[in-house]
């Protein structure tokens, strides 16, 4: 089969090219906008998902398709063609990568976008989210390692140094496993975290006796946001590794606890009426359970402990917080004798 004429001239190489290049922008421009206009007109979340994450590379992928096409047909027609379609072909298999990260990327927000992280106790959704995004950067990591790898063994040189290489190994591969055997292990702790989950994202834990919030998980750390808004970064062993509270391991309720340090002449049965009252008047309270007793006696004073259960911890630290100003508040008012004294006896 003869070569087609129109790319038989040699003089017109570049700009043949060129006008591919200039069509495949054509149609790149056409297909984004179609997208953009389906992602105003429709309430679809993929079609939003690609527009804001697949337009870009789209401008890049779909010329170079093109011009790879002609510059392979140059190449095989005219030899003194071949470093250009070597060139072509690098970067083609770059746009590659780069699209397939993207649609993973695109893939995670259809996901994430699915669930329904506004109810009271969003634990499954936490779970899920922390699995996907966990998943997202290990498919990412290996889009990568392939691409590289396709890149390499694209070409006789290279793929035979790499070959050279292999064999070779011996000795340094044991020095490189030994080197890099704390980064697997943070790798396969990562792997079980979020398989396993002793911790998910927005969890409530306290580490290294710091109450806070699990903000990121990654393949080798975890960081913790502190109530105050300081961050401890940690080791993502440490969570297999090391024993830690998890408040929201299994569901997103708690219970919460208030203590006053009261005498013995307060009546603990109005106390207890009371916390009745100022739950069923707070919508933080999600009416499961409730407590008041006297869980300690000292000295001179008891100590009450008013426990409460509500949602979330958010919402448990902002009830915990109503019941003891209410309390405060209502013993001061109705028995301020109740309130600790101190006696000062003279001789």
Same mark, same amino acid.
């Given at each position: 089969?003869?070569f087609p004429?129109?790319?038989?001239?040699?003089?017109y190489?570049w700009?043949i090219?060129?006008l591919?290049?200039?069509?495949?922008l054509? &149609?790149?421009?056409?297909l984004?906008?179609?997208?953009? &206009?389906?992602?105003?007109?429709?309430?679809?979340?993929?079609?939003?998902?690609?527009?804001?994450?697949?337009?870009?590379?789209?401008?890049?992928?779909?010329?170079m398709?093109?011009?790879?096409?002609?510059?392979?047909?140059?190449?095989?027609?005219?030899k003194e063609?071949?470093?250009l379609f070597?060139i072509?072909?690098?970067l083609?298999i770059?746009?590659t990568?780069?699209?397939m990260v993207?649609?993973?990327v695109?893939?995670e927000k259809?996901? &994430?976008?699915?669930?329904?992280?506004?109810?009271?106790?969003?634990?499954?959704?936490?779970?899920?989210f922390?699995?996907?995004?966990?998943?997202?950067r290990?498919?990412?990591i290996?889009?990568i390692?392939?691409?590289?790898?396709i890149?390499l063994l694209?070409?006789?040189?290279?793929?035979?140094y790499?070959?050279?290489?292999?064999?070779?190994?011996?000795?340094?591969s044991?020095?490189?496993g030994?080197?890099?055997?704390?980064?697997?292990?943070?790798?396969?702790?990562?792997?079980?975290?979020?398989f396993?989950?002793?911790?998910?994202?927005?969890d409530?834990?306290?580490v290294?006796?710091?109450?806070?919030?699990i903000?990121? &998980?990654?393949?080798?750390?975890?960081?913790?946001?502190?109530?105050?808004?300081?961050?401890?970064?940690?080791?993502?062993?440490?969570?297999?590794?090391?024993?830690?509270?998890?408040?929201?391991?299994n569901?997103?309720?708690?219970?919460?606890s208030?203590?006053f340090?009261?005498?013995y002449?307060?009546?603990?049965?109005?106390?207890r009426e009371?916390?009745?009252?100022?739950?069923?008047?707070?919508?933080?309270?999600?009416?499961?359970?409730?407590?008041?007793?006297v869980t300690?006696?000292?000295?001179?004073?008891?100590?009450?402990?008013?426990?409460?259960?509500?949602?979330n911890?958010?919402?448990?630290?902002?009830l915990r917080?109503i019941?003891?100003?209410?309390m405060i508040?209502?013993?001061?008012?109705?028995?301020?004798?109740a309130?600790?004294?101190?006696?000062?006896e003279?001789?």
């Amino acid at each position: 089969m003869d070569f087609p004429e129109f790319l038989n001239y040699r003089q017109y190489p570049w700009l043949i090219i060129l006008l591919t290049g200039i069509i495949g922008l054509i &149609i790149s421009a056409v297909l984004i906008n179609l997208i953009k &206009i389906t992602a105003a007109r429709k309430q679809w979340q993929a079609v939003r998902a690609i527009r804001e994450n697949l337009t870009s590379v789209l401008y890049f992928f779909i010329p170079m398709i093109l011009i790879t096409t002609i510059v392979k047909s140059y190449s095989l027609a005219y030899k003194e063609y071949e470093w250009l379609f070597a060139i072509s072909k690098t970067l083609m298999i770059a746009l590659t990568t780069w699209l397939m990260v993207r649609i993973v990327v695109v893939i995670e927000k259809i996901l &994430i976008d699915k669930l329904d992280f506004d109810t009271p106790d969003n634990n499954q959704a936490r779970r899920m989210f922390t699995k996907i995004k966990f998943v997202k950067r290990m498919v990412i990591i290996m889009i990568i390692t392939i691409g590289v790898s396709i890149l390499l063994l694209s070409f006789e040189s290279v793929r035979s140094y790499g070959v050279g290489i292999l064999t070779s190994a011996g000795i340094a591969s044991v020095i490189i496993g030994f080197a890099a055997q704390k980064s697997l292990a943070n790798l396969m702790a990562g792997i079980q975290i979020a398989f396993t989950q002793p911790i998910k994202i927005d969890d409530v834990v306290i580490v290294e006796g710091e109450w806070g919030r699990i903000e990121e &998980i990654n393949l080798t750390y975890v960081v913790v946001n502190i109530w105050d808004l300081r961050r401890i970064v940690l080791p993502i062993t440490y969570f297999i590794e090391t024993p830690f509270q998890n408040w929201t391991r299994n569901e997103s309720a708690l219970i919460g606890s208030a203590f006053f340090h009261l005498n013995y002449h307060t009546p603990v049965d109005r106390l207890r009426e009371k916390l009745k009252e100022i739950l069923d008047q707070t919508p933080l309270w999600d009416g499961k359970s409730w407590a008041l007793q006297v869980t300690d006696t000292q000295e001179q004073l008891m100590v009450v402990r008013a426990l409460m259960s509500a949602r979330n911890s958010s919402e448990t630290f902002d009830l915990r917080c109503i019941v003891r100003e209410k309390m405060i508040e209502f013993i001061a008012q109705e028995y301020p004798e109740a309130l600790p004294t101190t006696r000062i006896e003279g001789k």
